[in-house]
Structures are given as C-alpha cells and as structure tokens.
C-alpha cells in the first residue's frame, strides 16, 4: 500500500515537471519507463531490460524479486525522486543521489533487526 502511495507521488511528479504538454501516449509511456529504470539503475544496478536478458526463465519483473529492503528503498527512493524532479535536476544528477540514497539505505536496512522480524 505505502509503495502505491509513493508510486503515487512519484509518477505525479514526472507527470508535471518532466512531461511535456502535448505528447502522445506512447511517448509519455517511454518517459515513466525512463524514470523507472532510473529508480531500477540507482537500486538494483541494471534496468528492466538488462534483468529481463539475465533473467529469461522468470515471470514478472525485477521489483518481484526485490528482497523487503530493496522493496522499502524502492519506496523511498519513488519519493525523494519526487522531490529532485520538482526541484527540476537533470536525470544525471539524481541517478547519483538517488544511488547514494540507495547504497546508505540499503546499509543500515540489512543491519536492521526489526526487519529481520517482519520476515
């Protein structure tokens, strides 16, 4: 539910700062795909693609096979992407922060015990 939320927020905030007035919905398409692979690249190391090559025997995508850390990452990761994209910074600039964000997190969430506990 939470990961909706920030999804939620997230796909708004490329909706009004990065896509522009009229484009068509194919195009449109191409940019939030874009921007999740950005969220993809920065957690996982790799996008949709380069997991789907990797991995041709499984069904679904990478986020279904996202450990419950990355899966909280990936949370926190759609909403600070939210807040970078309003602040209008170019795509380069974010996949940085947005890894550094990701590697930090990652860090103390694999120390955690009380995720450990929601297992």
């Given at each position: 539910m939470l990961s909706k939320i920030n999804y939620t927020i997230h796909t708004d905030a490329i909706k009004k700062i990065i896509i522009p007035k009229i484009i068509t919905?194919?195009?449109?398409?191409?940019?939030y795909a874009n921007e999740a692979d950005l969220l993809n690249v920065?957690?996982?190391?790799?996008t949709a693609t380069q997991w789907r090559?990797?991995?041709?025997?499984?069904?679904g995508n990478i986020r279904d096979?996202?450990?419950?850390?990355?899966l909280?990452?990936?949370s926190n990761l759609e909403s600070i992407n939210a807040l970078l994209t309003h602040q209008e910074l170019p795509q380069e600039i974010r996949i940085?922060?947005?890894?550094?964000?990701?590697?930090?997190?990652?860090?103390?969430?694999?120390?955690n015990k009380q995720i450990k506990r929601l297992r």
């Open positions: 919905s194919e195009q449109s398409n191409f940019i920065a957690l996982f190391g790799k090559k990797e991995n041709p025997n499984k069904k096979y996202s450990t419950l850390e990355q909280v990452v990936l940085k922060e947005l890894n550094n964000v990701a590697i930090s997190q990652m860090s103390s969430l694999i120390k």
